[in-house]
T-cell receptor, first 114, second 114 residues
Framework: DSGVTQTPKHLITATGQRVTLRCSPRSGDLSVYWYQQSLDQGLQFLIQ???????AKGNILERFSAQQFPDLHSELNLSSLELGDSALYFC?????????????FGPGTRLTVL | AQKVTQAQTEISVVEKEDVTLDCVYE???????LFWYKQPPSGELVFLIR??????QNEISGRYSWNFQKSTSSFNFTITASQVVDSAVYFCALSEGGNNDMRFGAGTRLTVKP
């Protein structure tokens, strides 16, 4: 158990809908990262937050947004969902903002868009 | 831009065989960090090891060992006396200093048969 929690574990929704994925980092960690794992794209970095501020952006679509709250939990919002958004979404956390830190991953949220 | 190549898509071995998973990386930075993660059938990503670019020492942890060679830009992972529980997808990943966009390889699916 990495100490990172994600809810829900599974999510099934329809095209055009909006969903919110939630992540709680390990105790004491200030950085939260979001990743998407799909069969065709593999594991892709989406976005990083550090202590409430956005710090790095990867291949995140404009339909997707994230935020980190004062209690350090983070939410990833996916809107106008398309079939191709079906994937496993991981959250990871690390202690600092630096790229040298090890990222510890949560169990993931499996999103299915029908 | 950084890149990680795991040329072996799938490997199948019989229990107790040794197996090496290859990882080749590309980066222009002199400061970078390499990681290996394991994704068992349950789906979570489990951290295995982190190595920085200034430390070329090989590492051994039980049945696991890692060979980092800057001259060939490789960071290979060997499992000695493989066990069925080692069956998983293994990912190699690279972070460049100052760049929080961690890049993952496509992964190698290892199947260990009894």
């Amino acid at each position: 158990d990495s100490g990172v929690t994600q809810t829900p574990k599974h999510l099934i929704t329809a095209t055009g809908q909006r969903v919110t994925l939630r992540c709680s980092p390990r105790s004491g960690d200030l950085s939260v990262y979001w990743y998407q794992q799909s069969l065709d794209q593999g594991l892709q970095f989406l976005i990083q937050y550090y202590n409430g501020e956005e710090r790095a952006k990867g291949n995140i679509l404009e339909r997707f947004s994230a935020q980190q709250f004062p209690d350090l939990h983070s939410e990833l919002n996916l809107s106008s969902l398309e079939l191709g958004d079906s994937a496993l979404y991981f959250c990871a956390s690390s202690g600092r903002v630096s790229s040298e830190d090890t990222q510890y991953f949560g169990p993931g949220t499996r999103l299915t868009v029908l | 831009a950084q890149k990680v190549t795991q040329a072996q898509t799938e490997i199948s071995v019989v229990e107790k065989e040794d197996v090496t998973l290859d990882c080749v990386y590309e980066t222009r930075d002199t400061t970078y960090y390499l990681f290996w993660y394991k994704q068992p059938p349950s789906g979570e990503l489990v951290f295995l090891i982190r190595r920085n670019s200034f430390d070329e020492q090989n590492e051994i942890s039980g049945r696991y060992s890692w060979n980092f060679q800057k001259s060939t830009s490789s960071f290979n992972f060997t499992i000695t006396a493989s066990q069925v529980v080692d069956s998983a997808v293994y990912f190699c990943a690279l972070s460049e200093g100052g760049n929080n966009d961690m890049r993952f390889g496509a992964g190698t699916r290892l199947t260990v048969k009894p």
